[in-house]
């Protein structure tokens, strides 16, 4: 019985691991949208961004390249000159630390509720 409620234990831990990747968005600060060239160091290749353009649409996608004038996803290209926000998605390791570990404790609590119930 302990056998099968260890296994079932560490699945739910592994699975949780997995599924807890923790992230935030972040805004790029407005001093960074003042040039293009501040605009391209702002971005790195592989980043997933929401770019606010002029007309108010949001463009979500991950950064492909960055051009001289624009910045290039898988479906969309957008021109620096068309940006007016744009936010970055931020992994946090701590957040995901955080997750698991309150998710091993849960669970834990419920075992041995179990246990003794």
Do not use: P
């Amino acid at each position: 019985m302990f056998r099968s409620i260890f296994k079932s234990k560490l699945l739910i831990i592994i699975l949780s691991a997995f599924l807890a990747a923790c992230s935030s968005t972040v805004s790029v600060d407005e001093s960074e949208l003042a040039t293009y060239e501040k605009m391209k160091a702002s971005l790195k290749v592989g980043e997933h961004v929401a770019i606010t353009t002029q007309d108010g649409e949001v463009h979500e996608f991950i950064v492909r390249s960055i051009g001289e004038e624009s910045v290039k996803g898988s479906l969309d290209e957008i021109r620096y000159d068309d940006i007016t926000a744009i936010n970055k998605e931020k992994f946090s390791f701590g957040k995901t630390a955080q997750f698991v570990g309150a998710s091993w404790l849960a669970l834990n609590a419920l075992l041995i509720a179990a246990i003794l119930i």
